[in-house]
């Protein structure tokens, strides 16, 4: 489903008063899961020659519920102010348990799996999926003149990821969480980020687009920036932030 802006006070209203009175000068990015996803056929192939029989739904179907468990652990943190450094490991956790568990493998052969499939997803370049619209609406911004970057939880190697896929080019700046030695939603990040922008500008100049709520959502908003979720798998219907399922729905944002 997708939310359309409304008039009021609810948060898109909220937003789309904010941005009549202050320009965007920067859009940042997530990478995995907002530019770029898993090639989850491979996965699907990986599991049913183990004897396991799965659908790329179940992938998507463990995703929702570790999005919604990391949701119910992160944010009283962010609430009261106790911010871990690293947060993924929690993610992946909930994800590959969920994960092993809807295509019924077996108790003591699940840590085992997890371990396989948190190799596989390890793995950068596994994160080769693009959507056709992605590349033309990067470039309508770039030439629109705002300044693009992407803060990212990843391993180290999101950028050449990118050069790989021919979309680092459009970004002026990519920020690695194992390169800079702190995750989303520390704020941190989001700081590191904007202080690349070689002209100063405020947090609240700058959108944060990203899938997960705690952790994207929660740190654009301790960081000062406006946070829009992108939300495929329909994960957080009762989300307070603005939400779209595609990122060419961000243009009523700008």
């Known amino acids: 489903m997708v939310v359309r802006p409304r008039s009021g006070d609810g948060p898109v209203g909220r937003l789309r008063k904010l941005t009549m009175s202050i320009a965007i000068r920067a859009v940042f990015f997530d990478s995995g899961n907002t530019l770029v996803y ?9 599991l049913a020659q183990q004897g396991y029989p799965a659908r790329v739904e179940d992938f998507f179907a463990a995703e929702r519920v570790a999005k919604q468990r990391l949701d119910e652990w992160l944010w009283p943190q962010i609430r009261r102010g106790q911010l871990p450094r690293t947060i993924d490991l929690r993610y992946w956790t909930e994800y590959l348990s969920a994960l092993v568990a809807r295509v019924r493998v077996p108790e003591p052969e699940r840590p085992a799996m997890m371990h396989r499939l948190g190799d596989r997803f390890g793995d950068i370049t596994l994160w080769s999926c693009v959507f056709p619209d992605t590349p033309p609406f990067l470039e309508k911004l770039r030439t629109r003149g705002y300044w693009l970057g992407v803060i990212s939880n990843s391993v180290g190697t999101m950028e050449q990821q990118l050069e790989r896929l021919d979309l680092a080019r459009y970004f002026q700046t990519v920020i690695d969480s194992a390169l800079v030695g702190v995750e989303k939603p520390h704020p941190e990040i989001f700081r590191i980020a904007l ?14 687009v990203g899938d997960t709520n705690a952790t994207d959502m929660g740190g654009a908003q301790l960081a000062g920036m406006r946070g829009v979720l992108i939300d495929r798998l329909g994960a957080y219907p009762h989300a307070e932030s603005p939400r779209i399922t595609s990122l060419p729905e961000l243009e009523r944002y700008l």
Request: charged content about 25%.
């Open 38 to 46: 898993p090639r989850f056929e491979e996965l699907v192939e990986d």
């Open 195 to 208: 202080g690349c922008v070689p002209e100063a500008i405020a947090p609240s100049q700058a959108i944060f």
